[in-house]
Structures are given as C-alpha cells and as structure tokens.
C-alpha cells in the first residue's frame, strides 16, 4: 500500500482492547481526541473467556471497574472470568469506544515524519501516536527442557488449562506457585495427588472473610499498599519491582494452610528431566502424569520495528517510552505500580498517558497533515 489513500488516519491507535486499552480509550474520549482500539480477538473480553472454566477475579468487585463504571456486581464478590469478559465488552458499548475486532497487529513502524505507521490485517493504520495495551500476559513462558518429557505426559501451560477434564489418571505437578498455580493445584486435588513447585511469593497477613479483613485488604492492601506505596517513586516499590519481576501479587483468596490441608504436596524447584519425568533440585524424580506450567509469560515487542528497541519491555518512564515521542505502554507489570497489570490501577495508568498524548502539539496540524476523525465522545 503506498501513501495515505489506503491508509486510515488517526491521532492516537491503540492496540490492544483489553482492560488498559479501553480505560486509555476512555479518557482520550474525555479529553476529545481522536483514535482508535485494535483487538486481535474477534470478541472483546475473549482473552478472558479463554481462562479456566473456574477462574474468578483475585480482587473484588468494588476495586474491578474501570473509569467511569463500577462494576456491577455485589462489592465484595469475586467476579468470573466470563462476567469480567461480558463487563469488558459491555463497557466498550456503553461509552461507544471505537474498537475494530478481528484486528491482530503485525508491525509498528515509523513513517518518516515523526509518526507511525500500524499495519493490522492487511490494513494500514496512520497515527501521531501509539498506545501499546497488548498487555502483561502475552507470550507464555515454558522451560526448554519441558520438551524432553514422555511424551505420554499431559502438559499444559496455565492459559491452556480449561479444568481438570484436561488432565490424565495420575498425579500432577503444577510448576508456579502464584495465585494462578495455587488455584490450579486446589482445583486438581480432589481428584488427583499433586505437587506445587516454586517459590513461594507470599500471601497477604489475613484471610479475606468478615468485615474486619475486608477493611484491612481494601484500606492496606488494595488502596494503599498496592497502588500508592508499591510504586517507581518508592525505594520499597522499586526493590519489589526487581524481586516479582513477572511473578505478579502475593496470594490473595488463598492461604498456605488450605494448599497443605487439600493435600497438595510443596515441591522444590524443577530442575529437569530424566527419564522422561520432572526431576526436582534435590535430585527427586516426580512419576506424574501431568504438568501443569504456572509459569507465567514473557513480553515479545519484536513486532515494533523502531530504532533502539529491542524484543524486550521498551525502555519508558510510566508508560511514555524513551526516545520515541508519541510511543506509549500501558497495562505492564509495575508500569508504574504493583497495580498497574490489576484491574484496579489500569485507569490510572491510562489517565496519565492520555493527558501526556493530550499535552503534546496537535501533530494532526503539521504542515501537509490531514486532521484525524472526529474525536469520539466530542
């Protein structure tokens, strides 16, 4: 395609239709400028839909809306995958955010002029800028050496797991003990002896049940403690940025003491393979007919053909990348806080890249530029 007559042109694309991206799209609507969300899916909230069957939200309802839209659900309930997804989707219409499914982004480039060029299902997208909202959990992450397992060996990783209907008679070693690993280790034991391997990532000081703990999660934990003092501009939130790396939130639903009272077993680290079966660091051979990787996942931006940007996570500071005015990021593990790959801190997030989109000069009126779309909500 050559020029902009095969081209749509925008101020702002978005790419990704999750919950960063719509709550970005929402405050530029606020702001009146002009842009459009590109989701891969044909469905918004289909990231969420493909979840295991049981998956709840590990935070309430009360601290699960977006800008603008509580959630509609009981405060203190713990919403499904399937009512997050709906609520997603639903959100999208309610505001008339201009999302284009079906539209799965293959490069990022520049165009010469200070701007970018997207190309999308053999569409070509022209922009002043660009919000990168694909997300924390993009590229699942598996050992190399998963592959030398028997390969009569059930192996799933975590965005695969559906229910325990996927597993064979035997045991199961679930690798990761996070909140995914642990719910998926809980589910599987009642009906299958199972081992959870990995580090611990700790569990917050209480259980959630009562209103005294209610208070203390919603007043300490959520309000507090991730979203305001787990944060880049504390030296405590920038030595746990550096400790979790990917590994997420301390358990929350779950206590220890229900994992050893279902009868899982704690497990060492995997170390390998021999004989087919996972081999533990302390030399323990697991006869386990199913894996299940916990492992979390790993970022891929190879598809943003810039200069000075490699495959990992771009360089940027909240979200505003380095070197590359009108690039952003925004749904990532610790963008800014522990909340920021939480429901709960995506609007946040969202309302300072916008208001930096907005504080740039109108690029739209550059000499030889062609103003973009009405802006939506205007």
């Not at 009906?191 to 009562?210: M, N, T, Y």
């Not at 081999?279 to 051979?285: A, N, Q, S």
């Amino acid at each position: 395609m050559d020029g902009n007559h095969d081209a749509e042109r925008y101020e702002t694309v978005i790419i990704g239709g999750g919950q960063a991206g719509l709550a970005t799209g929402y405050q530029l609507a606020k702001l009146g400028r002009s842009f459009v969300i590109l989701e891969a899916d044909r469905r918004i909230g289909d990231v969420w839909r493909r979840r295991w069957d049981s998956l709840h939200l590990f935070t309430p309802a009360r601290h699960d809306g977006l800008p603008g839209w509580r959630f509609p659900a009981k405060g203190w309930s713990f919403p499904s995958r399937d009512a997050m997804a709906d609520y997603l989707e639903a959100y999208a219409a309610r505001f008339g955010l201009p999302v284009r499914t079906g539209m799965p982004v293959d490069r990022v480039s520049g165009d010469g002029d200070g701007g970018y060029v997207v190309t999308a299902a053999g569409r070509r997208f022209e922009a002043d800028n660009v919000v990168v909202a694909t997300g924390a959990f993009k590229v699942p992450t598996v050992p190399a050496f998963a592959a030398q397992l028997d390969p009569g060996v059930v192996q799933l990783h975590s965005s695969d797991y559906r229910g325990p209907s996927q597993l064979r008679d035997g045991g199961v070693l679930v690798v990761g003990a996070g909140n995914s690993g642990a719910e998926i280790a809980l589910e599987s034991a009642g009906a299958h002896q199972v081992w959870l391997s990995g580090r611990e990532v700790g569990a917050l000081p209480f259980r959630i049940g009562g209103l005294p703990s209610r208070l203390l999660l919603e007043r300490l934990a959520l309000r507090v403690l991730f979203h305001r003092v787990l944060t880049l501009k504390t030296p405590m939130g920038r030595r746990m940025r550096a400790r979790t790396g990917s590994r997420g939130t301390p358990l929350i639903r779950i206590r220890p003491a229900e994992i050893t009272a279902a009868g899982v077993e704690r497990a060492g680290r995997v170390a390998g393979v021999k004989d087919g079966l996972p081999v533990l660091e302390d030399g323990r051979v697991l006869e386990v007919a199913n894996v299940v990787w916990s492992t979390g996942f790993h970022h891929d931006f190879s598809w943003i053909d810039l200069p000075g940007l490699g495959d990992g996570e771009p360089p940027h500071r909240r979200g505003v990348v380095d070197g590359q005015p009108g690039l952003y990021l925004v749904g990532l593990h610790f963008l800014y806080a522990m909340s920021s790959a939480m429901i709960q801190g995506a609007g946040r997030d969202a309302e300072h890249v916008a208001r930096h989109i907005a504080a740039r000069v109108p690029s739209a009126r550059r000499a030889g530029r062609e103003p973009g779309r009405e802006p939506v909500g205007a």
